[in-house]
């Protein structure tokens, strides 16, 4: 049961370069999450998907764009990227924002140079 | 104001030792409550969920206070195990949840 799965797991941009980070679950999750964590700052919410079709801005959603498709999978977009997104992103999903369990992939740790 | 506080530590102790965090929240209309783990250079993972009676999972105990607005976790006989960050984390009720920094616990033998 592979879970919530990112890729790359690493990456090394130049400035103004573009790509795009693939989350992927099968879990059947609705909800579907892009955080970035950075020293002090803790995780912030870039962009969200309550479902297929769906997505909506968090509080950094700046410099983003994102696409829920597919409901396994939420694509994470960096058109330009800046050393200011140097950072660890972090994919999660959950069954809905109950109380209930956010599952998180392993991390993309990316740097812009 | 953070929507989600929390004392950054690190918190240094010994192995047996009971230690204590908390965790403040700004959004009274928050509707649930979790303290999760992350190890170094991991994700996330949820330790427990917080409800409002409490509640206990071996030696971690939750508690909830929602006058104050503020989430307590304690842990009882640490082990070196335990050192991790330990995050504090609400659903504010708007399809999204929100993070603290985290807590940084070491565990020393």
């Known amino acids: 049961n592979a879970g919530v799965t990112q890729t790359p797991k690493f990456r090394v941009l130049k400035t103004g370069q573009s790509m795009t980070l693939l989350c992927a679950q099968d879990?059947?999750?609705?909800?579907m999450y892009w955080y970035r964590q950075d020293p002090g700052m803790g995780l912030r919410l870039i962009h969200y998907?309550?479902?297929?079709?769906?997505?909506a801005k968090g509080e950094v959603p700046d410099g983003y764009n994102v696409s829920r498709l597919k409901k396994q999978n939420f694509l994470l977009g960096l058109e330009s990227a800046a050393p200011s997104q140097t950072s660890v992103y972090f994919c999660?999903?959950?069954?809905?924002?109950?109380?209930?369990?956010?599952?998180f992939g392993q991390g993309t740790r990316l740097t812009v140079v | 104001r953070k929507e989600v506080e929390q004392d950054p530590g690190p918190f240094n102790v010994p192995e047996g030792a009971t230690v204590a965090f908390n965790c403040t929240y700004s959004?009274?209309?928050?509707?649930?409550f979790f303290w999760y783990r992350q190890d170094c250079r991991k994700e996330p993972k949820l330790l427990m969920s917080?409800?409002?009676s409490g509640n206990e999972d071996g030696r971690f105990t939750a508690q909830l206070n929602r006058a104050s607005q503020y989430i307590s976790l304690l842990i009882r006989d640490s082990k070196l195990s335990d050192s991790a960050t330990y995050l504090c984390?609400?659903?504010?009720?708007?399809?999204?949840?929100?993070f603290g920094t985290g807590t940084r616990l070491l565990v020393s033998p």
């Open positions: 999660a999903s959950s069954y809905s924002t109950g109380n209930t369990e956010a599952f």
């Open positions: 879990m059947n999750h609705e909800y």
């Open positions: 998907s309550v479902g297929e079709g769906t997505t």
């Open positions: 959004n009274s209309a928050s509707q649930s």
């Open positions: 917080v409800y409002s």
């Open positions: 984390v609400v659903n504010t009720g708007f399809q999204k949840l929100v």
